[in-house]
């Protein structure tokens, strides 16, 4: 299983110099399976540029698009996503059932004469949405994804990529709920609050995970974590490469090595066998090397 980094970023693109470290697309992440199958999370403007390579570059030409959720900055490069117009692909949308409305018509609205100048009729792709619940786990061949709600809006997924011995957690937009006690973060209060959340992701290889804030810059019920929850969640879970994901806009990469700096010094303090890495743009992992 491979891991490749095509957008970390959260909320609006931001491109410029002061983003090109660790990149300014919002979220999209490519994984790639033993038997050459690529799964994506999310569909940020990131995967403009993933949609480019994957028309040339492999075998199959069936791929799975798991959202998260729905939010602009997670959905908004599907209609610059290349395979979606050539008819050799066979591409399935899978997201939570969104009360009454039906899926295809969240993910068709933004495909209309008011926001894009093509009308949907125009992909050529053969495209199925298929709506999925929590804890409802999808098998391809050897591997399997597991979908889990999270604490962001209603109807917000985290995902388990299990194959052979090896686990990666996808969970970005969640926010670590925890008390404050004596102007501290509360580490038993995130074993209370988030144990559902750590048994999910216990021992993963790797977690990805949502990092927007530093503490003091976090906005509680914004849907999103600072540092010092992101590192007490992980050590709990017992996580052995905690990646960090979904970065403010306004973070600039100076403030993103930050961000890294003061997360590793939560664990090193928490005498946590967590190892911890800023995910960027390009990144790629396979899951028998380190990260390139």
């Known amino acids: 299983m491979q891991i490749k980094f095509w957008g970390t970023r959260g909320s609006i693109p931001v491109p410029g110099k002061g983003t090109l470290n660790y990149g300014g697309n919002t979220s999209c992440v490519q994984v790639t399976l033993q038997s050459g199958r690529v799964i994506i999370f999310d569909a940020g403007?990131?995967?403009r540029e993933l949609g480019n390579e994957l028309l040339n570059s492999i075998e199959i030409k069936e791929l799975c698009?798991?959202?998260s959720h729905t939010h602009w900055d997670h959905i908004q490069g599907l209609p610059f996503f290349a395979p979606l117009f050539n008819p050799d692909f066979s591409i399935k949308l899978l997201l939570s059932k969104k009360d009454d409305t039906k899926v295809s018509k969240i993910i068709e609205g933004q495909?209309?004469?008011y926001f894009f100048p093509i009308t949907y009729d125009i992909l050529q792709a053969d495209i199925e949405y298929k709506e999925i619940n929590p804890l409802e786990a999808?098998?391809?061949e050897d591997a399997l994804v597991t979908?889990?709600?999270?604490k962001h809006s209603k109807g917000t997924f985290g995902y388990k990529v299990i194959e052979n011995d090896k686990t990666v957690i996808y969970m970005t937009d969640n926010e670590i709920d925890y008390e404050v006690k004596n102007d501290k973060v509360d580490y038993n209060s995130i074993l209370e609050k988030n144990s559902d959340l750590i048994d999910f992701c216990r021992?993963?290889?790797y977690l990805i995970h949502d990092s927007m804030y530093l503490y003091d810059d976090?906005?509680?019920g914004w849907g999103h974590?600072?540092?010092?929850s992101v590192a007490y969640f992980a050590n709990a879970a017992g996580i052995k490469n905690l990646l960090l994901f979904h970065y403010d806009p306004d973070y600039n990469d100076a403030k993103v090595d930050n961000l890294t700096a003061e997360t590793i010094k939560v664990l090193k303090n928490l005498n946590s066998t967590t190892k911890c890495i800023a995910s960027r743009e390009g990144m790629n992992i396979n899951m028998a090397n380190e990260p390139v």
């Open 65 to 67: 698009i798991f959202f």
């Open 45 to 47: 403007s990131g995967i």
């Open 225 to 228: 974590s600072n540092h010092l």
């Open 203 to 205: 021992d993963a290889d």
């Open 138 to 140: 999808i098998h391809f």
């Open 147 to 150: 979908p889990i709600e999270i």
């Open 218 to 220: 976090y906005k509680k």
């Open 111 to 113: 495909i209309n004469s």
